[in-house]
């Protein structure tokens, strides 16, 4: 495990040096009262999200980011854990606007990644819930299905296929 910070190796793997404070060869700026905040391409190399996806969470409201003159778009290096955790979420089944809604953390533009765990625990007992009213409709799907195939094995004959309704 690397004791460098996710931002600090994504510089790395851009071949320019960790500096302090980091400039803008790095794409990344320190303000006054020391946020630290990096453009949207180091975002995406330090979390290996799109810079398309990024863009989309932004959109959404799961990101907060800033603007420089220019128009680029500026995020805090917290926001690396942010993306990893809707990347979490995404993989656990969720959906964006799940996440959005649901999440305590990204709920009305929430800037902690703090969760009560009772909260995390109640949404992934309503997504268990949901995964298994998913699950019981392709059970019946499949039924059908075995049905039909078994229904279709008991006829010889090479005419029109007769289904079974």
Known sequence: MSALSPLAEAQQDEGSSVREPLDSDACV??????????????????????????????????????????????FQA????????????????????????????FRYGSTSLDAPAEEVRALYTLKI????AQIAVLQRLRDKLIAEVAHLDTQTHHGPIRLKT
């Open 29 to 74: 700026r320190v303000y006054p009262g020391a946020v630290e905040m990096m453009r949207i391409g180091l975002l995406a190399k330090a979390t290996g999200v799109s810079v398309r996806a990024i863009r989309h969470y932004d959109g959404l409201g799961l990101l907060i980011s800033a603007r420089e003159d220019n128009r680029y778009r500026l």
């Open 78 to 105: 917290e926001d690396v854990e942010r993306v990893r955790m809707i990347q979490l979420f995404l993989q656990a089944g969720f959906k964006l606007d799940e996440i959005r809604e649901r999440v305590p953390c």
């Open 129 to 132: 819930a949901d995964v298994s």
